[in-house]
């Protein structure tokens, strides 16, 4: 009776399971990617050093000014008719236009630019790294995810054999061919295994709100990934050289490029610093002209009499600002130095990771390749102690043993085969062989 409850639950949970969105991989790994709040800033700061780079660019322009006034004077002033100075009001107004140009700025409107493409290429690195460490972790949670599953369907499996056995052992108790006792070990079996299921189920359903919560997805209780088997991969990376492993990630990985393009940064804002010591040659050409509308004179030819230029080049040379050009100076040689001790520890970090993930990797294959045996061996053990059993050849106590290990073999290849999985598909992310999303 309790294996037609245990399948009929399990029926109607699968139909309710098939109604909802099963989301694969590749869909998870895009979403994360599209509502992850930290990208979204990261994909902000790209906006904003574009707006950099259009302001380094307008830096070569000239600057133009217009401008205006209108004014009134009451009091002594000159009668422009008669020449001599009378009490009156006067109105007027003025125009002006000024042009300015750079000429030679100590070439830092070029390094400048020079800077503005560096920081545009900064921030497509930093984007580019966080996606990619955003998709690692997402394929993590999935195959956590994966292997929960797993590992309920093995508790599944085994609650229902145990069941199965319990009505066999009911029977026999029936007909004499067992004592009590021997019932009663299986009853406490069959409960420790619900114990397990509930552990299982619970371990299951933490891993889909962990995975659900990363993707921002509020119906928790409605998210379920796609009913797909991780496929176990071939070590063939395996075989090659660590070292060979390592300078393939130094030439593609985004936070190597990134601790790269900051150290240049690093080198343009010292030549920018440097540029400010230099001296600076302007040219500049302003206009103006003036209007009194007490004159009988028309507007137009007001502004053709009184209208005056002035144009020319201006030198400046920088004596004494308070230290703040060689302060400025030092400051970004020390700049220098602090972005190349972070770039070697970006290498350095990346090289001990890759080593720790060789060995992870080599590790985790050879504790697979053992789990199988494991499984393969525990296997045999079972069918041959249940045959016993039986047969009235082994005890209630020896077969529930055997039946414990069978399953904890199961239970642990399940565990080295997703840790196996994941490690490897870390080594081939470094070497840039396959993408987590395949």
Same mark, same amino acid.
């Given at each position: 009776?309790?294996?037609?409850?245990?399948?009929?639950?399990?029926?109607?949970?699968?139909?309710?399971?098939?109604?909802?969105?099963?989301?694969?991989?590749?869909?998870?790994?895009?979403?994360?990617?599209?509502?992850?709040?930290?990208?979204?800033?990261?994909?902000?700061?790209?906006?904003?050093?574009?707006?950099?780079?259009?302001?380094?660019?307008?830096?070569?322009?000239?600057?133009?000014?217009?401008?205006?006034?209108?004014?009134?004077?009451?009091?002594?002033?000159?009668?422009?008719?008669?020449?001599?100075?009378?009490?009156?009001?006067?109105?007027? /107004?003025?125009?002006?236009?000024?042009?300015?140009?750079?000429?030679?700025?100590?070439?830092?409107?070029?390094?400048?630019?020079?800077?503005?493409?560096?920081?545009?290429?900064?921030?497509?690195?930093?984007?580019?790294?966080?996606?990619?460490?955003?998709?690692?972790?997402?394929?993590?949670?999935?195959?956590?995810?994966?292997?929960?599953?797993?590992?309920?369907?093995?508790?599944?499996?085994?609650?229902?054999?145990?069941?199965?056995?319990?009505?066999?052992?009911?029977?026999?108790?029936?007909?004499?061919?067992?004592?009590?006792?021997?019932?009663?070990?299986?009853?406490?079996?069959?409960?420790?295994?619900?114990?397990?299921?509930?552990?299982?189920?619970?371990?299951?359903?933490?891993?889909?709100?962990?995975?659900?919560?990363?993707?921002?997805?509020?119906?928790?209780?409605?998210?379920?990934?796609?009913?797909?088997?991780?496929?176990?991969?071939?070590?063939?990376?395996?075989?090659?050289?660590?070292?060979?492993?390592?300078?393939? /990630?130094?030439?593609?990985?985004?936070?190597?490029?990134?601790?790269?393009?900051?150290?240049?940064?690093?080198?343009?804002?010292?030549?920018?610093?440097?540029?400010?010591?230099?001296?600076?040659?302007?040219?500049?050409?302003?206009?103006?002209?003036?209007?009194?509308?007490?004159?009988?004179?028309?507007?137009?030819?007001?502004?053709?009499?009184?209208?005056?230029?002035?144009?020319?080049?201006?030198?400046?040379?920088?004596?004494?600002?308070?230290?703040?050009?060689?302060?400025?100076?030092?400051?970004?040689?020390?700049?220098?130095?602090?972005?190349?001790? /972070?770039?070697?520890?970006?290498?350095?970090?990346?090289?001990?990771?890759?080593?720790? /993930?060789?060995?992870?990797?080599?590790?985790?294959?050879?504790?697979?390749?053992?789990?199988?045996?494991?499984?393969?061996?525990?296997?045999?053990?079972?069918?041959?102690?249940?045959?016993?059993?039986?047969?009235?050849?082994?005890?209630?106590?020896?077969?529930?043993?055997?039946?414990?290990?069978?399953?904890?073999?199961?239970?642990?290849?399940?565990?080295?085969?997703?840790?196996?999985?994941?490690?490897?598909?870390?080594?081939?992310?470094?070497?840039?062989?396959?993408?987590?999303?395949?």
């Amino acid at each position: 009776m309790k294996s037609i409850i245990f399948t009929a639950i399990i029926i109607l949970y699968s139909v309710e399971l098939s109604a909802q969105k099963k989301w694969t991989l590749n869909e998870c790994i895009e979403r994360a990617i599209n509502k992850n709040i930290s990208i979204k800033q990261s994909k902000a700061d790209l906006k904003s050093t574009s707006l950099n780079k259009t302001t380094a660019i307008a830096n070569f322009l000239p600057s133009i000014n217009l401008g205006s006034s209108h004014s009134w004077n009451i009091g002594l002033n000159q009668n422009i008719t008669t020449g001599l100075l009378e009490n009156m009001t006067t109105t007027s /107004a003025s125009l002006n236009a000024n042009v300015g140009i750079d000429l030679f700025n100590g070439l830092q409107n070029i390094q400048q630019l020079y800077r503005a493409n560096l920081s545009i290429l900064a921030s497509q690195y930093q984007l580019a790294d966080m996606t990619e460490n955003i998709s690692l972790l997402v394929a993590n949670s999935y195959l956590q995810i994966l292997f929960n599953r797993e590992s309920l369907g093995v508790q599944y499996s085994q609650l229902t054999i145990a069941n199965e056995e319990l009505i066999i052992a009911q029977e026999r108790l029936k007909t004499g061919i067992i004592p009590k006792g021997d019932v009663l070990e299986i009853e406490a079996n069959v409960a420790t295994i619900e114990q397990n299921v509930v552990v299982a189920e619970n371990n299951y359903q933490l891993s889909k709100i962990s995975l659900a919560q990363l993707l921002l997805i509020s119906e928790i209780d409605n998210f379920e990934i796609a009913q797909e088997t991780a496929i176990t991969p071939k070590p063939t990376i395996l075989n090659t050289n660590v070292s060979t492993i390592y300078l393939t /990630a130094l030439s593609k990985r985004n936070d190597i490029k990134l601790a790269e393009t900051n150290l240049k940064i690093a080198k343009k804002d010292l030549a920018i610093s440097k540029g400010s010591i230099l001296p600076k040659i302007s040219g500049y050409y302003s206009y103006s002209s003036r209007i009194l509308f007490d004159n009988p004179s028309s507007i137009s030819n007001q502004l053709d009499v009184n209208a005056g230029e002035n144009f020319g080049v201006q030198l400046s040379i920088p004596i004494f600002n308070g230290m703040a050009n060689n302060t400025n100076i030092k400051r970004s040689k020390i700049n220098i130095q602090k972005s190349n001790y /972070a770039l070697e520890q970006v290498k350095l970090d990346l090289r001990n990771t890759i080593n720790q /993930a060789y060995n992870d990797a080599k590790g985790s294959l050879k504790a697979y390749q053992a789990a199988e045996k494991t499984v393969a061996a525990r296997k045999l053990a079972y069918e041959y102690a249940k045959e016993r059993f039986d047969n009235g050849g082994m005890n209630t106590f020896n077969f529930l043993q055997a039946g414990q290990r069978n399953e904890a073999a199961q239970s642990e290849m399940i565990k080295t085969k997703y840790n196996y999985i994941f490690k490897l598909k870390v080594l081939e992310f470094y070497f840039g062989e396959a993408s987590l999303q395949n």
